[in-house]
């Protein structure tokens, strides 16, 4: 399995990045498939998740309404649209998958085995 992060980069508050994780090895159609964040000096944290089967998604409270979780099964790629960026979105940005996690679990990093390299996201004031 593997997972590639991209679409990462600099913009001012306010502004827009689109980040997308390629996988192969997988179907994200029937994967757990996530999103999470790491700033300096801090914990990774969760941003958003996918459903294996269903089209639930799942969001961290500080994105809610800003950030919007996607897959193309077709490209087998999962997208994180973000908009209104915060100085406080900066941090090295995850893409994750597991094709078994506990509903309870989908919000912790552990639940997940699979991680792309990470992609820099920066958001100026």
């Known amino acids: 399995v593997q997972l590639q992060a991209s679409g990462g980069g600099s913009v001012q508050a306010g502004g827009s990045l689109t980040l997308s994780c390629a996988a192969s090895?997988?179907?994200?159609?029937?994967?757990?498939m996530a999103w999470f964040r790491q700033a300096p000096g801090k914990e990774r944290e969760f941003v958003a998740a996918?459903?294996?089967?269903?089209?639930?998604?799942y969001y961290a409270d500080s994105v809610k309404g800003r950030f919007t979780i996607s897959r193309d099964n077709a490209k087998n790629t999962v997208a994180l649209q973000m908009n209104s960026l915060k100085p406080e979105d900066t941090g090295v940005y995850y893409c994750?998958?597991?094709?078994?996690?506990?509903?309870?679990?989908?919000?912790?990093?552990?639940?997940?085995?699979?991680w792309g390299q990470g992609t820099q996201v920066t958001v100026s004031s």
């Open positions: 994750a998958a597991d094709q078994t996690v506990a509903l309870s679990g989908i919000r912790s990093a552990p639940e997940y085995d699979y």
């Open positions: 090895g997988l179907a994200v159609g029937r994967t757990y």
């Open positions: 996918t459903h294996r089967m269903r089209t639930n998604v």
